[in-house]
């Protein structure tokens, strides 16, 4: 089953993440939305297989640079 996100206050300030943190974002954010690895996501995303781009999708797709860092 998905990881649960969860959302805390903000103090309207940008929060700087490490690579490891960006990554774990982007992980975390697939498998909430499509239920596999940020690393499925990618292989995915790169073949092609997202040819009709559901919201949810794009939701995990946005992240892509965390990913990379």
């Known amino acids: 089953m998905a990881e ?3 959302s805390t206050p903000s103090n309207g300030h940008v ?3 490490t690579p ?3 990554r774990e ?3 975390n ?3 909430h939305y499509l239920n596999i690895s940020g690393d499925e996501f ?3 995303w790169e073949s092609g297989y997202y040819d009709d ?3 949810q999708v794009m939701s995990v ?3 892509l640079p965390f990913a990379t860092l």
């Open 25 to 27: 974002l982007f992980d």
């Open 61 to 63: 797709a946005m992240l």
């Open 53 to 55: 781009d559901p919201e």
């Open 20 to 22: 490891e943190q960006g």
């Open 15 to 17: 929060r700087d993440l």
């Open 4 to 6: 649960k996100l969860h």
């Open 42 to 44: 990618i292989r995915r």
């Open 29 to 31: 954010v697939a498998r």
